[in-house]
């Protein structure tokens, strides 16, 4: 059965690195997220990608933050300078459609930890 | 906000039973989903019910919907200790507004054998 992969699956980093988080939604996907959850929290929506563009983004999605799908395959997550608050399981998820039934699959997430 | 919210927080009960869980929302709704996460891990998409639906079943899981009362409940039937996991409901941005997905904090559902 097609899945989101993501990787890596835990990235540590020190305050101020950049780092770049990958993920591989299903091949015949066309809308693109990113979400966060910070341990022990509600999972937040952080910005949602279609036809190569950012589609709507939350208030957490600063200029710290940025979006790309480098090739046919590949969507990525990019915070230029990390900080501590940024610690948390980022969550890919991709969605076939704009139909009301279409569903929206996640992947397994990477937990990225902000020393 | 529209942010679903999960009630109970936390639900025990004994293998075999059933399990309720409840998610209310604030604004309209296309579709809601279901999703269940074990510990620390993805989450896993369990249903899909659109607005027009009122219900729907899939395996040993039943889910409501009540548009009326901005309201869906997770019915789990003869629980398995492998249902304990946290469940969330998650709801899209209504009139065809499918760029954002809300979250609730989810129920924490321990499952004893």
């Known amino acids: 059965e097609p899945e989101v992969t993501q990787t890596p699956s835990h990235q540590v980093t020190q305050m101020g690195q950049e780092v770049i988080l990958r993920c591989v939604p299903i091949s015949n996907h066309l809308y693109f997220y990113w979400y966060r959850q910070i341990l022990g929290q509600k999972v937040e929506f952080l910005v949602s990608f279609y036809n190569n563009e950012i589609s709507e983004k939350s208030e957490i999605f600063d200029d710290q933050f940025s979006v790309e799908r480098p090739d046919g395959s590949n969507f990525t997550l990019k915070i230029r300078s990390t900080k501590l608050e940024d610690s948390a399981m980022y969550f890919c998820?991709?969605?076939?459609?704009?139909?009301?039934?279409?569903?929206?699959?996640f992947g397994p997430g990477t937990r990225l930890t902000v020393t | 906000s529209q942010q679903g919210e999960e009630d109970p927080q936390a639900l025990s009960i004994q293998e075999g039973e059933n399990a309720t869980m409840n998610c209310s929302y604030k604004t309209s709704i296309n579709n809601l989903q279901w999703y269940r996460q074990n510990s620390g891990r993805g989450l896993v998409h369990l249903i899909l019910?659109?607005?027009?639906?009122r219900e729907k079943h899939s395996g040993r899981l039943r889910v409501t919907l009540d548009t009326s009362k901005k309201s869906s409940s997770l019915l789990i039937t003869a629980s398995r200790a492998a249902d304990t996991a946290s469940y969330f409901c998650?709801?899209?941005?209504?009139?065809?507004?499918?760029?954002?997905?809300?979250f609730g904090s989810g129920t924490k559902l321990n499952v004893k054998p």
């Open positions: 019910i659109r607005s027009n639906e």
């Open positions: 998650a709801t899209d941005g209504g009139e065809y507004n499918f760029n954002k997905f809300y």
């Open positions: 998820a991709s969605r076939q459609s704009g139909a009301v039934s279409g569903e929206q699959y």
